[in-house]
């Protein structure tokens, strides 16, 4: 039982250039979503979905893009990275949409030069 | 503007102290979650609370749920150095996700 995966551990851009953080989980999570975590910031909600085909956004959405095709998968798309968004992001995942607990990936750590 | 407001951000304290951290909003949740941080790793959840007025306890934490479920504590007895790491509190947003204070980093040193 693997749990919530993220892909890859660590990842160095060039501004501009476009990437997918991945995110997969073998728990029957309902509700997925990613979080980015700076130093004195806490966790702030990027995206989420509470099923497949439905997405939301959080409250950082800007410059990122999700889908969610199917219940295990839940992508990140950088469309045109910026150094702005050099952090640590992490997905994560509960069974019911409203209420339990979360659990998260390890955590992808990405700087954009 | 943060919806869940953590003080303090930083906790320097000696093996054996209590500390008390706490969690505060202007809005009401239905629930508030605790989870801990360790570096390198993702959050772990410690409790939920519910109940306006809950108490819960976790071997040396105590975590309480305020009255009017706007705010929440959490109070460590005896504090170890294994109480190191970074406490988030959590509560709901738009009905289904789930949003963070921006956490206390403990530090308990021997």
């Known amino acids: 039982n693997a749990g919530v995966t993220q892909t890859p551990k660590f990842q160095v851009l060039k501004t501009g250039q476009s990437m997918t953080l991945q995110c997969a989980q073998d728990?029957?999570?309902?509700?997925m979503s990613w979080y980015r975590q700076d130093p004195g910031m806490g966790l702030r909600l990027i995206h989420y979905s509470v099923g497949a085909g439905i997405t939301d956004q959080g409250e950082v959405p800007n410059g990122y893009n999700v889908s969610r095709s199917t219940t295990e998968d839940f992508p990140l798309r950088l469309l045109s990275a910026a150094p702005s968004q050099t952090s640590v992001y992490f997905c994560a995942g509960r069974q019911d949409r409203r209420t339990g607990e979360l659990f998260f990936g390890e955590g992808s750590r990405l700087t954009v030069l | 503007t943060q919806l869940l407001e953590q003080s303090p951000q930083f906790l320097s304290i000696q093996e054996g102290e209590n500390l008390t951290v706490y969690c505060n909003s202007s809005?009401?949740?239905?629930?508030l979650q605790w989870y801990r941080q360790e570096p390198g790793e993702g959050p772990v959840l410690l409790v939920t609370?519910?109940?306006?007025?809950e108490v819960k306890k976790l071997k040396r934490l105590t975590f309480q749920f305020g009255d009017a479920r706007k705010d929440s504590s959490l109070h460590i007895t005896a504090a170890q150095t294994g109480d190191t790491g970074l406490y988030l509190c959590a509560g709901g947003w738009k009905g289904t996700a789930l949003i963070f204070g921006k956490g206390t980093t403990l530090s308990v040193s021997s």
């Open positions: 809005s009401v949740f239905s629930s």
């Open positions: 609370v519910v109940t306006g007025g």
């Open positions: 728990m029957n999570h309902e509700y």
